[in-house]
């Protein structure tokens, strides 16, 4: 079955840096667009980066210049690279396909906490 399991959040000072992975398995995972998504309380979630199976990325406009998404498709994982975190990315973190497909079923996230 499919498996995401995102690792790498914590609590970080602002302008801090951060590095998510997201380990999957159960599925091709090279075939896919993978996305980064993250919920804050009372928001709904959102795509923060993509990264298609070219190595195309796209990001949200609140994040970039200042994350890095990338994949090891040998290693079936995704990463994020954050720098100059803000106290508005304080969030659940996610990692999932990004595609017309369903999502999979969603993993148990990384929280991220920016704060001073």
Same mark, same amino acid.
Not at 2 to 14: A, H, K, Y
Not at 26 to 33: K, N
Not at 92 to 112: D, I, K
């Given at each position: 079955?499919?498996? =995401?399991?995102?690792? %790498?959040? !914590?609590?970080?000072?602002? !302008? ?19 996305? $980064?998504?993250?919920? @804050? ?5 959102? =795509? ?6 070219? !190595?195309?990325?796209?990001?949200? /406009?609140?994040?970039? !210049? ?6 090891? /498709? @040998?290693?079936?994982?995704?990463? =994020? ?7 508005? /990315? ?10 017309? =497909?369903? @999502?999979?079923? $969603?993993?148990? %996230? ?7």
């Amino acid at each position: 079955q499919v498996q =995401l399991v995102e690792s %790498g959040g !914590g609590l970080v000072q602002p !302008g801090g840096s951060l590095k998510l992975s997201c380990a999957t398995s159960g599925f091709i995972f090279s075939i896919y667009t993978m996305g $980064w998504y993250r919920q @804050a309380p009372g928001k709904q979630r959102e =795509l923060v980066a993509s990264i298609a199976r070219s !190595g195309h990325t796209n990001y949200a /406009d609140s994040v970039k !210049g200042r994350f890095t998404i990338s994949r090891d /498709d @040998a290693k079936k994982t995704l990463y =994020l690279q954050m720098n100059s975190l803000k106290p508005e /990315d304080t969030a659940v973190y996610y990692c999932n396909r990004n595609s017309q =497909l369903p @999502a999979f079923p $969603w993993g148990q %996230g990384t929280q991220v906490t920016v704060s001073s």
